[in-house]
């Protein structure tokens, strides 16, 4: 006789709202990006592209995004990327968030 055990769990559910985690500027040290999945043991980056000088950094039911935004970001730029939640399972889910890199008022010219 075989006994099989059969596991039966939600897919991981995302908290964090899709769309923008913040606008920061070349140089801006960030240690505050938590986004977070109920379920989750992983999180990983599918597609687009994070700051130059972040980082996904992930654990169980959160990630971190962290670093230091590179001081050689120029112009005004939105990045775009999906993060994909996985659980225990295999089970996925996918959303995509936005970091805006605004250079401002730090490169411009200033006229009297």
């Given amino acids: 006789q075989t006994n099989a055990v059969l596991t039966v769990s939600d897919a991981p559910a995302w908290q964090t709202a899709a769309g923008s985690l913040g606008e920061f500027g070349p140089g801006d040290t960030i240690s505050t990006i938590t986004i977070t999945a109920t379920n989750a ?5 599918t597609s687009g592209t994070l700051p130059t000088g972040l ?3 992930t654990g169980s ?12 970001i120029s112009s005004d730029t939105l990045f775009s990327f999906t993060i994909r939640a996985t659980d225990a399972e295999g089970q996925t889910a996918d959303r995509a968030f936005t970091i805006n890199v605004s250079v401002g008022a730090n490169n411009s010219g200033q006229f009297n």
């Fill in 55 to 57: 980082s996904l950094n």
């Fill in 61 to 72: 039911g959160s990630a971190t995004i962290t670093g230091t935004v590179s001081s050689g």
């Fill in 41 to 45: 043991t992983s999180f990983t980056k």
